[in-house]
């Protein structure tokens, strides 16, 4: 079993930055594509960024340019910096990750989410 525990969410103002990071642990051989969604409320969860093992990043078109994805292979874990915060990025923040834990096996798991306020 793996874990993926979320952390670094809070309250901002309008035109601030939060650093969110998503640490796994458990029985890991390789993780592969690391990814961050949100879910605001009434609305459906969406991508925002991920990364692949090889460090290939995509992004949602509206945070493109405000946010970087990174990850540190060595502690499996994932971050999104987050830069010129807007009221429409206030949601639940999700981690997700694609693990292998043998050479045969992948499954996709999920963190239990953090919440992100960007105040006007």
């Known amino acids: 079993q793996v874990q993926l525990v979320e952390s670094g969410g809070g309250l901002v103002q309008a035109g601030g930055s939060l650093r969110l990071s998503c640490a796994a642990s458990?029985?890991?051989?390789?993780?592969?594509?690391m990814g961050w969604h949100r879910q605001a409320a009434g609305k459906q969860r969406e991508l925002v960024a991920s990364i692949t093992a090889g460090t290939s990043t995509n992004y949602a078109n509206s945070v493109k340019g405000r946010f970087t994805i990174s990850r540190d292979n060595a502690k499996n874990t994932v971050y999104l910096q987050m830069n010129s915060l807007k009221p429409e990025d206030t949601a639940v923040y999700y981690c997700?990750?694609?693990?292998?834990?043998?050479?045969?096996?992948?499954?996709?798991?999920w963190g239990e989410g953090t919440l992100v306020t960007v105040s006007s």
């Open positions: 458990g029985r890991i051989f390789r993780i592969n594509t």
């Open positions: 997700n990750a694609e693990v292998q834990p043998n050479v045969l096996a992948k499954y996709n798991y």
